[in-house]
Protein backbone atom coordinates (compact mmCIF):
# COMPACT_ATOMS: atom_id res chain seq x y z
CA UNK A 1 0.00 0.00 0.00
CA UNK A 2 1.18 3.65 -0.96
CA UNK A 3 0.68 5.90 1.70
CA UNK A 4 1.52 9.32 0.98
CA UNK A 5 1.21 12.31 3.91
CA UNK A 6 0.17 15.80 2.98
CA UNK A 7 2.19 18.45 5.01
CA UNK A 8 1.95 18.51 9.02
CA UNK A 9 3.76 17.10 12.06
CA UNK A 10 3.23 13.40 11.14
CA UNK A 11 4.79 14.42 7.83
CA UNK A 12 8.15 15.36 9.69
CA UNK A 13 8.07 12.76 11.52
CA UNK A 14 7.30 9.18 9.35
CA UNK A 15 8.26 11.00 5.79
CA UNK A 16 5.78 11.93 2.89
CA UNK A 17 5.43 8.65 1.39
CA UNK A 18 5.29 4.87 2.77
CA UNK A 19 5.59 1.64 1.51
CA UNK A 20 3.63 -0.59 3.63
CA UNK A 21 2.99 -4.34 2.96
CA UNK A 22 -0.14 -5.81 4.73
CA UNK A 23 -1.01 -9.24 4.54
CA UNK A 24 -4.57 -8.74 4.92
CA UNK A 25 -6.98 -6.06 4.57
CA UNK A 26 -7.16 -3.45 7.38
CA UNK A 27 -9.44 -0.55 8.64
CA UNK A 28 -8.13 3.15 8.67
CA UNK A 29 -8.74 2.82 12.41
CA UNK A 30 -5.80 -0.13 12.43
CA UNK A 31 -3.76 1.50 10.10
CA UNK A 32 -3.32 4.70 12.09
CA UNK A 33 -2.51 1.79 14.82
CA UNK A 34 0.06 0.05 12.66
CA UNK A 35 1.85 3.79 11.79
CA UNK A 36 1.80 5.26 15.05
CA UNK A 37 3.42 1.65 16.43
CA UNK A 38 6.15 1.71 13.78
CA UNK A 39 7.02 5.39 13.95
CA UNK A 40 6.54 5.78 17.60
CA UNK A 41 3.74 8.43 16.25
CA UNK A 42 0.95 7.90 18.83
CA UNK A 43 1.00 11.72 19.69
CA UNK A 44 0.64 12.97 16.00
CA UNK A 45 -2.69 10.60 15.90
CA UNK A 46 -3.86 12.17 20.15
CA UNK A 47 -7.03 14.04 17.80
CA UNK A 48 -8.73 11.89 16.10
CA UNK A 49 -10.66 14.61 13.92
CA UNK A 50 -7.01 16.24 13.09
CA UNK A 51 -6.41 13.86 10.05
CA UNK A 52 -9.02 13.05 7.06
CA UNK A 53 -8.21 9.91 4.73
CA UNK A 54 -8.79 9.82 1.16
CA UNK A 55 -8.22 6.33 -0.21
CA UNK A 56 -7.65 5.86 -4.12
CA UNK A 57 -8.87 9.20 -4.54
CA UNK A 58 -12.38 9.00 -2.36
CA UNK A 59 -12.21 11.00 0.32
CA UNK A 60 -13.69 8.71 3.38
CA UNK A 61 -15.80 9.89 6.01
CA UNK A 62 -14.96 9.70 9.73
CA UNK A 63 -17.67 7.34 10.93
CA UNK A 64 -15.93 4.81 8.22
CA UNK A 65 -12.37 4.79 9.88
CA UNK A 66 -13.58 1.58 12.02
CA UNK A 67 -15.39 0.05 8.89
CA UNK A 68 -13.64 0.70 5.83
CA UNK A 69 -11.23 -2.06 4.59
CA UNK A 70 -7.65 -1.13 2.72
CA UNK A 71 -5.97 -3.56 0.61
CA UNK A 72 -2.27 -3.62 -0.06
CA UNK A 73 -3.02 -2.19 -3.50
CA UNK A 74 -4.72 1.17 -2.54
CA UNK A 75 -3.26 4.83 -2.72
CA UNK A 76 -3.87 6.22 0.70
CA UNK A 77 -3.45 9.96 1.23
CA UNK A 78 -3.54 11.22 4.45
CA UNK A 79 -3.49 15.35 5.05
CA UNK A 80 -4.57 17.36 8.19
CA UNK A 81 -7.87 19.00 8.30
CA UNK A 82 -8.28 22.48 7.31
CA UNK A 83 -9.99 24.91 8.68
CA UNK A 84 -10.73 28.72 7.85
CA UNK A 85 -13.00 31.57 8.29
Excluded: W
Excluded at 14 to 34: A, M, P, R, Y
Excluded at 37 to 59: C, H, I, M, Q
Amino acid sequence: MIIRILSSDLAEKVGKLINLDISEEITIEELKEEIARRFNAREEFSDKYFYNFSVNGKLIKQDEFKTFKLKNSDVVVIMPSIAGG
